[in-house]
């Protein structure tokens, strides 16, 4: 079992950064491959961002690029997700996900999730 606990979210101007970090506890870390996840009201959930075991690779969502960047402490056992030049738009419940498999932008193939921290952008 991993536990996962996000923290960071809140509310910041357009234009604006934050920074969210998830914490994990239970069995190796370096053993999983990390992501990122948001879901807005009514809509699906959308992959955001994924970083390898060694975090040696990461993807991005083509509408984040350029402007979040995920990286990952295996001593600390977090991951974290900067995120600058915020939009409206960006305003979700974001949710960190681990998986033993490669990286994949699909939902289902998350076996861990986190609770939540909701990231809200005004205009």
């Known amino acids: 079992q991993v536990q996962l606990v996000e923290s960071g979210g809140g509310l910041v101007q357009a234009g604006g950064s934050l920074r969210l970090s998830c914490a994990a506890s239970?069995?190796?870390?370096?053993?999983?491959?990390m992501a990122w996840f948001r879901q807005a009201p009514g809509k699906e959930r959308q992959f955001v961002t994924a970083?390898?075991?060694?975090?040696?690779?990461?993807y991005y969502a083509d509408s984040v690029k350029g402007r979040f960047t995920i990286s990952r402490d295996n001593a600390k056992n977090t991951v974290y997700l900067q995120m600058n030049s915020l939009k409206p738009e960006d305003t979700a419940v974001y949710y960190c996900a681990a998986t033993p498999r490669g990286v994949t932008p699909k939902g289902s193939d998350y076996d861990y999730w986190g609770q939540g921290t909701q990231v809200t952008v005004s205009s």
């Open positions: 970083i390898s075991w060694s975090g040696g690779s990461t």
């Open positions: 239970g069995r190796t870390f370096s053993s999983y491959v």
